[in-house]
């Protein structure tokens, strides 16, 4: 690339030598001076000292507010600073001489060390850096408006890096002040250029009025430094400023969301996040607790370190103009930045804080944040896996449109090339509809063509616009409508048109007819093979569903018997042996004692009491002997001895009562949606409905008021079904073999609410089977 071919490249080329030249001064004075950061102030003829930062060599030297300051490179500080106003920053000495509070003298000579050299190094990596970013994007796009914008970011950026590890503070602060005003200005700029095509009006003034508060709030911070007292408010506006420009980047893209497209939209979340993410230092540890508390938790020059990878963030988005769908990894990358960056803050916030309570606080709040990071992942890995089967399904639709496309257009150029090739002709044209698309191949004098719709399909329009000698429409077999026109131009000897040239182009347009719809149809037939494969990757996900519930459906069976087993043994057998042996005992003996007689007693009638629970609960006699409405009503008195209130509503509307294998069944069912809700659901209140009709069958309704679950985790976690709703697979293994469904309502705190649904022919229809 030229360098000096137009005036960009020139500018640019100055420009940056005008930065090397000052970052060269400027990094080589901070290396003779190291940062000293001590603020003095002037009290009754004596220099003292105001402030002291953590982060220059002051605070190494045990230098504190209050000290006096006696000497500056061997004179007196009284005779070296003369009067100059208070307060000042001890910036270009060698040796110092303080006199501490406790009345301790001390002499510190300033001399450059390692860390100083690995402060230097390293915001000169991050200047060049920034400096590499803005330049690459620049050689690539070099007459971009937006690319040269965001090359003018990069300075900024790297020109604020570069004076906030300076100690030549009086050029430095002229430096930063305009850095740090105009930086807000050129990001929001930037992101509104870059996302947002056509700006609107109000927006456009807004950056107007934002420019224009730039340039009078520049002007007065020019004029602060020059009369070396800057206000303390300044950096206060600043950051106010900074995070009033993040605000509105964010305000923008949401009002405009609804008219862009999808890859602006990519674009503006990888943006936005990018931006929010790499100022988070700034935000949370410089800006946010300088405002509110006047102290900020880390120095400048760290928590700007994010311009970095936001110049990165901003340079790949340039880069990828075709993102296709960022919404599949943004969140897991949102979700990522969010808990290292908190985790960072708490781990930064507990070595600061006073011990021992707030360290317990900040652990506790880790674990919370912990816990809050990986139900996300789990959240996001769940939509991320639907989002991508259906992107997938979309790129493979997309492919095929664009190979169908591609095909077309081949054919076209095809027949076009042979026709100009035989027939000396000036050019022809190839029209063909391809769904809603109009596809149109021109050659010779007809290669500049381009389709508009509606009248292209008219051969009086082609024929009256177009100096065209003959068209043969392409139309399909047995079809009235026109697909198409073969369009052949003039001669270039301008004869007429012979037979055989005639019946040539007749032959070209059966041979394009029959390639075009090969081509229809084999799309078609991809078409088809992608529906067949969702509807049979859909059939295999109800085989497995199927599949599950029928294990399900076993493993409650199982332990069914197996809870009827340990009753039998540990209850009615331990009876028995107990009983036979004490019988044994009395036919030696030959006599018994009363309260053996008593206790031998209690045995019988506890285990005939548990013989009739166990046959119950096996097969409700009572639903045979008293009726589907008595047996309801027994069971729910037995509920109420719980303590929870019952309601019964029955209304049989049917010519006949239930029979005996329909009033046993849907009492089974009804008995264990009930003890489903006195096991798990804690509920106060349980209501029981049946009521047939003719027409609608019939209808079971149990529901209560307890804690209710999510019914989504009964397809997609099995040990949540094993561990809680077997029962639920029981009962609707049951109605679909009756011919009915099952129904569920059910939300986390707001109860349940179980529909048994039973249509009265079905009900006839499956009395002859003999049911579970």
């Known amino acids: 690339m030229p360098l000096f071919n137009n005036k960009y490249h020139i500018r640019m080329v100055l420009a940056v030598l005008a930065f090397l030249c000052l970052a060269g001064y400027i990094h080589a004075e901070s290396f003779r001076h190291p940062y000293i950061g001590a603020l003095l102030e002037k009290t009754n003829s004596m220099w003292i000292v105001k402030e002291v930062n953590p982060s220059g060599k002051a605070a190494a030297w045990r230098m504190k507010p209050g000290d006096r300051v006696l000497t500056l490179d061997g004179e007196a500080a009284e005779t070296r600073l003369g009067e100059k106003r208070s307060p000042v920053s001890l910036v270009e000495i060698s040796a110092i001489g303080f006199k501490g509070v406790d009345g301790s003298v001390t002499l510190k000579s300033v001399a450059t060390d390692a860390g100083d050299a690995l402060k230097n190094g390293f915001a000169i990596g991050m200047e060049l850096a920034l400096l590499a970013i803005g330049l690459s994007a620049y050689r690539k796009n070099p007459n971009s408006r937006l690319v040269r914008q965001f090359t003018a970011i990069n300075f900024v950026m790297a020109l604020t890096i570069l004076t906030l590890y300076s100690t030549e503070l009086r050029l430095s602060d002229f430096i930063l002040s305009l850095s740090a005003i105009w930086l807000p200005y050129m990001l929001l700029s930037f992101c509104v250029s870059f996302v947002i095509r056509s700006v609107s009006g109000r927006l456009r003034n807004l950056l107007r009025t934002f420019r224009l508060f730039c340039v009078l709030f520049s002007g007065y911070a020019v004029y602060a430094v020059a009369g070396e007292q800057i206000p303390g408010w300044i950096r206060e506006a600043v950051h106010v400023v900074f995070l009033l420009a993040l605000l509105l980047v964010v305000i923008a893209v949401g009002v405009y969301w609804r008219v862009i497209d999808r890859i602006e939209k990519n674009q503006a979340l990888v943006l936005v996040t990018g931006l929010y993410f790499s100022l988070l230092p700034y935000v949370f540890l410089y800006a946010l607790p300088d405002l509110i508390r006047g102290d900020a938790l880390v120095s400048p020059e760290y928590a700007l370190t994010g311009l970095v990878p936001l110049s990165s963030t901003m340079l790949y988005v340039l880069r990828k103009r075709s993102l296709i769908d960022m919404k599949l990894y943004m969140p897991r990358v949102l979700i990522h930045s969010l808990y290292f960056g908190a985790v960072f803050i708490l781990f930064l916030l507990a070595s600061r804080l006073p011990q021992p309570f707030w360290p317990a606080l900040l652990f506790l709040a880790f674990l919370a944040v912990t816990l809050i990071y990986r139900t996300s992942l789990r959240w996001s890995g769940r939509n991320a896996g639907k989002r991508k089967e259906w992107l997938d399904r979309q790129t493979l639709k997309l492919s095929i449109q664009t190979a169908e496309a591609r095909n077309i257009r081949d054919i076209l150029r095809m027949i076009g090339e042979v026709m100009d090739r035989v027939m000396d002709v000036t050019g022809s044209c190839l029209i063909w509809r391809d769904g809603s698309r109009l596809i149109v191949h021109g050659t010779g004098a007809y290669a500049s063509l381009t389709p508009e719709e509606g009248e292209w399909l008219d051969p009086g329009f082609l ?41 040539l182009i007749v032959s070209m347009r059966n041979e394009a007819i029959r390639l075009l719809i090969n081509v229809r149809s084999l799309s078609g037939l991809q078409q088809e ?23 399900m459906l076993m493993e409650a069976q199982h332990a069914e018997r197996l809870r009827t087993t340990y009753f039998l043994h540990d209850q009615l057998l331990q009876n028995l042996i107990f009983l036979s042996r004490d019988l044994e005992e009395l036919a030696d003996r030959g006599k018994a004692e009363p309260k053996r007689v008593e206790t031998w007693l209690k045995c019988v009638y506890d285990s005939q009491r548990d013989i009739r629970l166990l046959c119950d609960d096996l097969h409700p006699a009572i639903a045979d002997k008293a009726g589907l409405e008595e047996a309801l009503h027994w069971l729910l008195r037995s509920v109420e001895e719980t303590g929870i209130h019952t309601t019964l509503s029955y209304e049989w509307g049917l010519a006949e009562p239930p029979d005996r294998l329909l009033r046993s069944n849907l009492f089974r069912m009804i008995r264990e949606l009930t003890n489903n809700a006195l096991k798990h659901a804690d509920a106060t209140s349980l209501e029981v409905r049946v009521r047939s009709h003719p027409e609608e069958g019939i209808h079971c309704l149990v529901s209560d008021n307890g804690r209710g ?25 049951q109605i679909e073999y009756l011919g009915g469904e099952m129904e569920i309502q059910a939300a986390p705190g707001k109860g349940t609410r179980v529909m048994l649904k039973l249509s009265a022919y079905e009900r006839e229809e499956k009395h002859d089977g003999k049911l579970g």
Not at 529 to 551: G, H, P, T
């Open 463 to 503: 024929q009256a616009r177009f100096d065209f000698i003959h068209i043969e429409p392409l139309r399909m077999d047995g079809e009235n409508e026109f697909e198409g026109y073969l369009c052949v131009g003039p001669k270039r000897n301008s004869s007429l048109m012979g037979a055989e040239e005639k019946e």
């Open 529 to 551: 093979y992608q529906r067949a494969k969702e509807q049979n990757a859909a059939f295999e996900r109800r085989v497995s569903d199927m599949r599950l519930e029928r294990r």
């Open 709 to 733: 679950f999510d019914p989504v985790t009964l397809y997609r976690d099995s040990r949540f079904l094993q561990e809680k709703h077997i029962g639920l697979i029981s009962v609707n293994a």
